[in-house]
């Protein structure tokens, strides 16, 4: 495994500038952003389908989303729809449920949850979903420029 900081593709160097003037990789294989929000796979359902309908639409619109990055779409939409459904589960259930013997057991959900948490992380990085994710690429409207608390900054502590 590689050490160190993730090389950035060539097609974000050029977006972002080459500061540095350094040579670009031209031999490098690019992929083009799709112009329309490709359907949904069919096997996604319910949180899963929600997921992908918002994060798609999204995604295109900021020039991220490419033919090759689908499946890190599918992957995280699918991952999203277990950790929504297992939480709403544990909510139900509480953390220790009723094992197969009768004692006290730790809720599977937990597990679960934890995992597609994992996966969501993992996906949503690669495709700029986390915040550190987007200042790595550059996702143009990638933050939200209204700060919600601007009417608090400017006004100072303790005062009304």
Partial sequence: MTRGRKAKPTTLKVLQGNAGKRKLNDAEPTADALQEVPAAPVWLSGRSMEAWDHLATWLVGSKILTATDLHNLEAFCSAYGRWRDAEEL????????????????????????????????????????????????????????????????????GGK
């Fill in 90 to 157: 544990y909510a139900k259930e509480g953390a220790v449920v009723t094992g197969a013997t009768g004692g006290p057991v730790k809720n599977p959900a937990a597990t679960v949850i934890n995992e597609s948490l994992k996966q969501m992380a993992m996906f949503g990085s690669a495709l700029g979903l986390d915040p550190a994710s987007r200042v790595r690429l550059a996702v143009p409207g990638g933050g939200d420029d209204r700060n919600p608390f601007a009417e608090l900054l400017g006004k100072k502590r």
